[in-house]
């Protein structure tokens, strides 16, 4: 019977624990760039299964993207004259762009310092500690709060998609908020996240069956360093 009692107690233990870390709702990231540009993305979350589509002035090449955090699965569902998917493993995409310098100015280490500050605010019923951070060229502020939704986790990918400043998420807490200021001309850019808790279908993370499927991430696991792999991925992915 204690037994019994031990397995029960630990499987609601399991199923609590997995309650307080999973996130089942949307995410709106708002980008302005340093000449004032403004990319909108909408991102639904339901446990590690990601949609993210951008809204406004995103990557026309590319009509949704759909991610599983767990597995690190990448897939890029392209416009719909197109009709390709291509599947990509995600940090080994992320490396390959920044170890060859793919895309100009994406860093997955801008090297800042974070310090935590005195300043506290809360938005949207989320309270935020305020960071401040600097490198060799930039400055950077970042608000920061609790929060089950994995946005720190999906920041390397929008930096990728031009959808985020320099500034990182490597912190325990996730950014909410975060500017970016270059030190010698002043210009800055600026990223805010907004959350709304509800719920979302399981559909929205399906791929179209009808499209051609690439499998990409076997092509750069083969390709190691062929320096045709930069061309074939620069071409096709187009980031």
Same mark, same amino acid.
């Given at each position: *019977?204690?037994?019994?009692?031990?397995?029960?107690?630990?499987?609601?233990?399991?199923?609590?624990?997995?309650?307080?870390?999973?996130? #089942?709702?949307?995410?709106? %990231?708002? =980008?302005?760039?340093? $000449?004032?540009?403004?990319?909108?993305?909408?991102?639904?979350?339901?446990?590690?299964?990601?949609?993210? /589509?951008?809204?406004?002035? &995103?990557?026309?090449?590319?009509?949704?993207?759909?991610?599983?955090? /767990?597995?690190?699965?990448?897939?890029?569902?392209?416009?719909?004259?197109?009709?390709?998917?291509?599947?990509?493993?995600?940090?080994?995409?992320?490396?390959? =762009? +920044?170890?060859?310098?793919?895309?100009?100015?994406?860093?997955?280490?801008?090297?800042?310092?974070?310090?935590?500050?005195?300043?506290?605010?809360?938005?949207? &019923?989320? @309270? *935020?500690?305020? =960071?401040?951070?600097?490198?060799?060229?930039? $400055?950077? %502020?970042?608000?920061?709060? #609790?929060?089950?939704?994995?946005?720190?986790?999906?920041?390397?990918?929008?930096?990728?998609?031009?959808?985020?400043?320099?500034?990182?998420? @490597?912190?325990?807490?996730?950014?909410?908020?975060?500017?970016?200021?270059?030190?010698?001309? $002043?210009?800055?850019?600026?990223?805010? %996240?907004?959350?709304?808790?509800?719920?979302?279908?399981? #559909?929205?993370?399906?791929?179209?069956?009808?499209?051609?499927?690439?499998?990409? @991430?076997?092509? *750069?696991?083969?390709?190691?360093?062929?320096? +045709?792999?930069?061309?074939?991925?620069?071409?096709?992915?187009?980031?």
């Amino acid at each position: *019977m204690k037994r019994i009692l031990s397995v029960f107690l630990c499987l609601f233990v399991f199923s609590f624990l997995h309650a307080q870390n999973s996130f #089942e709702g949307t995410l709106n %990231v708002l =980008y302005t760039n340093d $000449k004032s540009e403004t990319v909108l993305c909408e991102i639904k979350i339901k446990g590690d299964d990601v949609y993210l /589509k951008q809204l406004q002035n &995103g990557n026309k090449k590319y009509d949704r993207f759909v991610i599983n955090l /767990k597995s690190r699965e990448l897939f890029t569902v392209s416009a719909h004259d197109k009709k390709i998917t291509i599947k990509y493993q995600l940090d080994s995409l992320l490396n390959f =762009y +920044d170890r060859n310098n793919l895309k100009e100015g994406f860093s997955l280490n801008p090297g800042f310092n974070f310090k935590i500050s005195d300043k506290v605010k809360t938005d949207e &019923g989320i @309270s *935020m500690d305020k =960071y401040t951070g600097e490198n060799e060229t930039q $400055k950077a %502020v970042a608000w920061l709060g #609790e929060s089950t939704a994995p946005v720190n986790s999906l920041i390397p990918f929008l930096k990728l998609l031009g959808n985020w400043n320099e500034a990182d998420g @490597s912190f325990k807490n996730q950014i909410f908020e975060t500017e970016v200021s270059n030190k010698s001309n $002043k210009k800055s850019s600026r990223v805010k %996240v907004s959350i709304t808790k509800e719920p979302i279908a399981k #559909e929205m993370f399906l791929l179209p069956k009808t499209y051609l499927l690439k499998d990409f @991430s076997k092509l *750069m696991e083969q390709g190691g360093g062929n320096i +045709d792999l930069k061309i074939i991925i620069q071409a096709f992915a187009q980031f």
